[in-house]
Each structure stands twice: as structure tokens, then as C-alpha cells.
């Protein structure tokens, strides 16, 4: 049975560890955040270790010293004092770790989670700590953040009888998933921000619309789960209660799922409402953010949104409000001096807008630009009047943003 490996708890053990340079302070730390009952002796002392127990004895070691330890951790690299414990090991029932020397170990330390009570050991058997090690820290990833304080809701439970297997699985499954509200940008790849590439990478579930380009799914593995919950007029489109059945689904199954969200997930894009209801749910959330069209649109065109001497400022509304009804309480935004509007969602209301600026008294040569598919190979821009928009729409796709101001003279200045 040479190196079998038996995974123990030591409870109520003594241990001795000789050495006081800096892999006995290492094994040291390991001691005291497992809370070991240990001594150390040594000459001399790494500052840290004091930090590490109040058991310590400034002196040479001696054999008489082991007195009634019996498991012993040798860590002075000190070959003398390794081969006087080999040989008190013969006659005398102790259990011996030599530092780095595995074939004088009785036993090996295992690289341990720092998630007590809950640990996960994993033993390279003495081959190489540092692959333990890596393996550790991939196990560590698998651990929600507040284990500690389910184990100990769990330990009250127990303590009065309460042993629900099927429901005790459902909240570990549930606390393993996590769902991410990726910004993904404008539709470019290379606008994606590095959290959110590396996340649509690594999920086992992506749900998107028709806002997220074919380029960014391309680069969905082809082994994730891909739903798609919004399609493009005429089609149905999955409601938001729907989406968040989906995928509240998925993270019970204690999956990690991303919510593909076109720009940034917090603008116009109904992140508010997903979020609320999974943190309802309790499960774990990451919100990524991405470059919002609001703003990225503008510059993918050319168009800066504060260009000194021309804004002061800009403001980002919606055309659209709950239910598809239309909003045109910004219109008087546009009287506003020196300020940029950007429009979302307003493309398709493009009628309703300029009749609505018009009457409102909105100079007809106001200028204006609409930016569709920005960012993507398919990008378009016009510039226009007021009064002309209507007419210049006529072939742009969206989706679209409309931007009004001074500042679009740039597009123009920039652009040749
Ligand atoms: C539901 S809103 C989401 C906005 C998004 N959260 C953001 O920050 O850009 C959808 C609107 O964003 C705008 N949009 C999104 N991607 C765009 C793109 N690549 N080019 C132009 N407009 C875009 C359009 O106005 C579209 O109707």
C-alpha cells in the first residue's frame, strides 16, 4: 500500500514543527489557518511567525524536546537533524514530514481551499505541490464566496433534525450558477471589453437578440447553449418576463449563463429589470459594461459629442417607452443652446419626431444625424435638416441612433 492516500481530519492533535526560516513559516500559516494545536521551536525566528501561534521555544532542537508530540514536521532543511528523527522514528511511534525530502515523509501536506468548514485537499502525492496547488485554486473557483455562511445555516439546521437532501442540492445548484449582463458593445468584436470576450467564452449559456451582431456570435463557442429571445419585426419576440424565466431556468440548474446585452447594459437596455429579478432570486450576478451606442455611436461617425465651442453638454433619451408608446418628452431638449441630443429607438418614429420639433418650434434647419449599424461593416451615416430627415432615412437599417446639434458639422469635417 505505498502512497495510498487517506484523507483525515486531524481533531485535537499536537504537532511539533522544528525550524523558524521561511518554509516554517509557511507551514506554519497552513497550521494556524486550519487551526492546529502546534509548538515551534527554533533558534532563530522569521518575524512573521509570531503571528502564527504563541507556542514557540527559542532553542536548538533536541531529541528530548518531541516529549509526548506525535506528529512532527521537520523544516529546517538541516540533513542532521532529518536523519536524527529518521532514526528516532525506528524505535519511537511518530509520524514524520521532512520538508521537501517526500521519501522521509510519513506524510504530506495536501493544498488545502481557505474556505473552512468547507475544504476541498488535493495531493499531488508528494509529485508536485505546485500542481496540487493549481488544481486547488481551479476547485476554489467551484466554491460560492459565502459558503461559510450556508455550511453554518446548514449546522443549525442539522443540530435540530432538519436533513432535506433534494432541497439541500437545489440551493448548492443554485449558489454554483451565475449570470452575467454582458455589455457587448456596438457589434464589433474589438469593442468588446476584455471581461465580457472572456466571459461569452466561458458560459455554458448565451441568450441574445437581434441587436447582437453575427461577428460577436461568432465567437460563442460552439459547445455553449445559445437561445435567442428577440427577433426582428414580424417575428415573435420573447417578452421580458419570459427572458428572465429563461433564465432564472438555466442559473437553477447551476449553470453560468450571460445575457447578451447590445452598448451598455444599464442604458435603455432593461438590465434594471433582469438584475432585480435574479438578485430576488438570490442568485449571482455580474453586470459588464459595455460602450454604449449612446456615446460610441456618435464617435464611430465622427461625431464628438462635446466638441468645445459647440456643446456643453449632451443628453441620451429614448424614443420609446414601456409598450412600444412613443416618447417625445425630450423634443424640448432640442431649444437647448450648445447641446447635443442622442436619440435611441427613434427610427422608426422618425415621422412622429419631426412633425412633434416642428410644431414645438424647433428651427427646420436644425441639423441632424442618423447613425445606423455603427461600428459594423454596414455602417451608415446621414446628415441632414430637420425638416429633410424624414426624407433621408429612407434607406438606413437599423438599429440607429439620431443625433441633433452642432456637433454633427464634424461628421462632415471629419470624414472628407
Ligand atoms: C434597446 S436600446 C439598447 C441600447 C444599448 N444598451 C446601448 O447602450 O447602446 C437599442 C437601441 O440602441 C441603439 N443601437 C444599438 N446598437 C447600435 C448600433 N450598432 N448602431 C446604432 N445604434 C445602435 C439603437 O438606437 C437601438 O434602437
Known amino acids: 500500500m505505498k502512497n495510498a492516500t487517506l484523507p483525515i481530519l486531524l481533531k485535537n492533535q499536537k504537532i511539533l514543527l522544528i525550524g523558524g526560516g521561511k518554509v516554517a513559516l509557511q507551514k506554519a500559516q497552513v497550521l494556524s489557518h486550519n487551526e492546529m494545536d502546534f509548538t515551534i521551536i527554533a533558534k532563530t525566528f522569521n518575524d512573521e511567525i509570531f503571528f502564527t501561534t504563541n507556542k514557540i521555544l527559542r532553542k536548538s532542537f533536541k531529541l528530548k524536546d518531541i516529549g509526548d508530540f506525535h506528529i512532527i514536521i521537520d523544516a529546517t532543511g538541516d540533513p542532521k537533524v532529518a536523519k536524527k528523527l529518521v532514526k528516532y522514528k525506528k524505535k519511537y511511534p511518530i509520524l514524520l514530514n521532512v520538508v521537501d525530502k517526500p521519501s522521509l515523509c510519513d506524510f ?37 464566496k459565502d459558503i461559510a455562511a450556508y455550511l453554518q445555516s446548514k449546522q443549525k439546521e442539522r443540530d435540530r433534525g432538519i436533513i432535506d437532501v433534494p432541497q439541500t442540492q437545489k440551493e448548492l445548484l443554485r449558489q454554483q450558477s451565475k449570470v452575467f449582463l454582458v455589455g457587448c458593445g456596438l457589434g ?8 465580457a ?10 441568450l441574445y437578440d437581434h ?15 445559445k437561445l435567442s ?23 437553477h440548474q447551476g449553470k453560468s449563463v450571460a445575457r447578451l446585452k447590445s452598448g ?19 442568485i449571482e450576478t455580474e453586470v459588464i459594461a459595455g460602450i454604449s451606442s449612446s456615446i460610441s455611436g456618435c464617435a464611430s461617425a465622427g461625431i464628438p459629442v462635446t466638441a468645445r465651442g459647440y456643446a456643453t453638454g449632451f443628453s441620451v433619451v429614448s424614443a420609446h417607452l414601456k ?14 443652446p450648445n447641446h447635443t441630443v442622442v436619440v435611441l429607438m427613434g427610427l422608426s418614429r422618425l415621422k412622429e419626431i419631426v412633425k412633434a420639433s416642428i410644431a414645438l418650434g424647433v428651427a427646420p434647419n436644425k441639423l441632424c444625424a ?10 451608415k451615416v446621414v446628415t441632414s435638416s430637420l425638416a429633410n430627415l424624414e426624407h433621408c432615412a429612407k434607406d438606413i437599417e437599423p438599429p440607429a441612433i439620431l443625433v441633433f446639434g452642432d456637433v454633427v458639422k464634424f461628421h462632415t469635417l471629419f470624414n472628407g
Request: net charge negative.
Open 370 to 379: 442618423i447613425v445606423s449599424n455603427a461600428s459594423r461593416p454596414n455602417q
Open 229 to 251: 429571445v428577440g427577433k426582428q419585426k414580424g417575428f415573435h419576440s420573447k417578452s421580458q418576463e419570459e427572458i428572465n424565466a429563461l433564465i432564472l431556468h438555466y442559473a
Open 264 to 282: 451598455d447594459p444599464f442604458v435603455f437596455g432593461r438590465g434594471a429589470e433582469e438584475l432585480s429579478d435574479l438578485i430576488h432570486a438570490n
Open 211 to 225: 441587436l447582437i451582431s453575427d461577428e460577436i456570435m461568432a465567437i460563442v463557442p460552439k459547445e455553449t447553449l
Open 188 to 195: 464589433d468584436v474589438e469593442l468588446l471589453t476584455i471581461r
Open 197 to 206: 470576450y472572456k466571459i461569452i467564452q466561458s458560459v455554458d449559456v448565451v
Open 323 to 336: 409598450g412600444n408608446s412613443l416618447n417625445l418628452d425630450w423634443i424640448e431638449l432640442l431649444h437647448k
Open 108 to 144: 504530506y501536506f495536501m493544498a488545502l481551499t481557505p474556505n473552512l468548514p468547507l475544504q476541498i485537499a488535493v495531493s499531488s502525492n508528494g509529485a508536485s505541490p505546485t500542481a496540487a496547488k493549481f488544481f486547488r485554486d481551479e476547485c476554489q473557483k467551484l466554491i460560492p
